[in-house]
């Protein structure tokens, strides 16, 4: 069998040793931690923590202890144990941080052999700002629920109080109108619109402007006291209104958009 040439052979070597040399220069400028482990997971050789975690330079058998909380190290344990026997290791656990405080490491890995064929490398990644963003994702979402339930309960509450408020308006024999700043009637009852029918002659539907619908005689001095009514002053009139003889008692009580009754 032909053997490859000397100068071949230190092409491919000067090739790997540049492969190797730009890996190692993209995870060392990286935010991922890079360690290097045993082939039993046993002692740890090196770890480059990327700022995230403790970085370590000598070999380590309390790896575990050192860098995974104790709530966790079951269950690395159990994924250790799986990726000895099948050759890949897929986990997120939480992590012990260079600042003290507790953060998330996603570990992909795959063995690297080295002549012996025992593994000689693990390649991690720290997740912990994806995880802390989906807590306060789901803070946030809680939040948004609960003032949801709150705002559909104000609604409920709402909703009854202006029912009653109608029931009581609509039961009464006095005619109620409630009319806005243009003096056009935005609701009333059926009292209010019984009165407008036998005075006038006219079906009330919402949306017309009241001192319209009464005679010209009438109209000015209706305009003026609704236009009280929406100062604000509380009083009440007692006058004639309408086409043929009859008398309708009106009074004005301060509201937001002007109430007649």
């Given at each position: 069998t032909p053997k490859p040439s000397s100068a071949a052979s230190d092409?491919?070597?000067r090739q790997?040793?540049?492969s190797e040399q730009r890996l190692d220069a993209l995870v060392r400028s990286s935010s991922e931690v890079r360690f290097h482990i045993s082939a039993d997971w046993s002692q740890l050789h090196e770890l480059n923590g990327g700022n995230f975690i403790p970085d370590?330079?000598?070999?380590n058998t309390r790896w575990?202890?050192?860098?995974?909380p104790a709530e966790a190290r079951e269950m690395v344990r159990a994924e250790i144990a799986r990726a000895i026997e099948t050759g890949t290791y897929h986990i997120e656990h939480p992590v012990n941080r260079v600042d003290?405080?507790?953060g998330w490491a996603h570990v992909r890995a795959v063995p690297l052999f080295d002549a012996d064929g025992s593994v000689?490398?693990?390649l991690?990644?720290?997740?912990s700002a994806r995880k802390e963003a989906e807590a306060a994702l789901k803070a946030r979402e809680a939040q948004l629920r609960e003032l949801n339930a709150t705002l559909e309960q104000q609604v409920v509450e709402r909703t009854a109080k202006l029912r009653l408020f109608r029931d009581v308006i609509e039961a009464n024999a006095v005619p109620i109108c409630i009319f806005d700043t243009e003096c056009r009637?935005?609701?009333f009852n059926q009292a209010h619109a019984r009165a407008m029918q036998e005075l006038y002659g006219v079906t009330v539907q919402g949306g017309e402007v009241l001192p319209d619908l009464v005679t010209a005689e009438q109209r000015q001095g209706l305009h003026a006291y609704m236009q009280r009514a929406l100062r604000g002053e509380t009083f009440r009139v007692a006058a004639e209104y309408g086409q043929t003889n009859g008398c309708l008692l009106y009074t004005s009580d301060a509201a937001d958009e002007g109430l007649g009754v």
């Amino acid at each position: 069998t032909p053997k490859p040439s000397s100068a071949a052979s230190d092409v491919y070597k000067r090739q790997l040793r540049d492969s190797e040399q730009r890996l190692d220069a993209l995870v060392r400028s990286s935010s991922e931690v890079r360690f290097h482990i045993s082939a039993d997971w046993s002692q740890l050789h090196e770890l480059n923590g990327g700022n995230f975690i403790p970085d370590t330079q000598t070999t380590n058998t309390r790896w575990l202890e050192d860098y995974i909380p104790a709530e966790a190290r079951e269950m690395v344990r159990a994924e250790i144990a799986r990726a000895i026997e099948t050759g890949t290791y897929h986990i997120e656990h939480p992590v012990n941080r260079v600042d003290g405080t507790i953060g998330w490491a996603h570990v992909r890995a795959v063995p690297l052999f080295d002549a012996d064929g025992s593994v000689n490398s693990w390649l991690a990644s720290d997740i912990s700002a994806r995880k802390e963003a989906e807590a306060a994702l789901k803070a946030r979402e809680a939040q948004l629920r609960e003032l949801n339930a709150t705002l559909e309960q104000q609604v409920v509450e709402r909703t009854a109080k202006l029912r009653l408020f109608r029931d009581v308006i609509e039961a009464n024999a006095v005619p109620i109108c409630i009319f806005d700043t243009e003096c056009r009637q935005i609701a009333f009852n059926q009292a209010h619109a019984r009165a407008m029918q036998e005075l006038y002659g006219v079906t009330v539907q919402g949306g017309e402007v009241l001192p319209d619908l009464v005679t010209a005689e009438q109209r000015q001095g209706l305009h003026a006291y609704m236009q009280r009514a929406l100062r604000g002053e509380t009083f009440r009139v007692a006058a004639e209104y309408g086409q043929t003889n009859g008398c309708l008692l009106y009074t004005s009580d301060a509201a937001d958009e002007g109430l007649g009754v």
